[in-house]
């Protein structure tokens, strides 16, 4: 049992090194969830999916314009690491084809990691600072 709470999980704005919440506009943000999407969109096809749109615009544009430095800063760090992960999954789905193996079963649990990882972003961007 812990005797201390859990930190929180979003930091605040001081927490981040030095020039990084300043780096990232939204309209950054949002070509980088863009660019994401389109990964995530072949995924979907392999895993025999219908891809999802990939314009970032209308409720989620509004909630990306009016997010925090910090709460940007954050996601464009777990947007990094979706493209790291998508990428490397990809490379291991095509290696799959190749083989003629079948890459449907492992193509929906990556895009399953994808569509929880991008729950998590949406939510970092429309949480309320305590």
């Known amino acids: 049992m812990a005797t201390l709470p859990p930190a929180p999980i979003l930091p605040e704005a001081a927490a981040l090194p030095a020039g990084l919440a300043a780096e990232v506009a939204p309209e950054v943000l949002a070509e980088a ?19 999802e749109r ?6 989620l544009g509004a909630v990306i314009a009016r997010a925090q430095p910090w709460q940007r800063a954050l996601v464009a760090r777990t947007i990094g690491d979706c493209n790291a992960m998508l990428d ?10 190749r083989r003629g193996q079948d890459a449907a079963a492992p ?17 970092v961007l429309e949480s309320e600072p305590a």
């Open 33 to 51: 969830l863009v660019a994401l999407h389109g990964k995530a969109a072949t995924v979907a096809l392999l895993a025999r999916l219908a891809p």
């Open 54 to 59: 990939t314009e970032i615009g209308g409720e």
């Open 88 to 97: 490397t999954g990809i490379a291991a789905l095509a290696t799959l084809q």
């Open 107 to 123: 193509a929906l649990v990556l895009w399953r990691e994808f569509h929880a990882a991008r729950a998590s972003m949406i939510a």
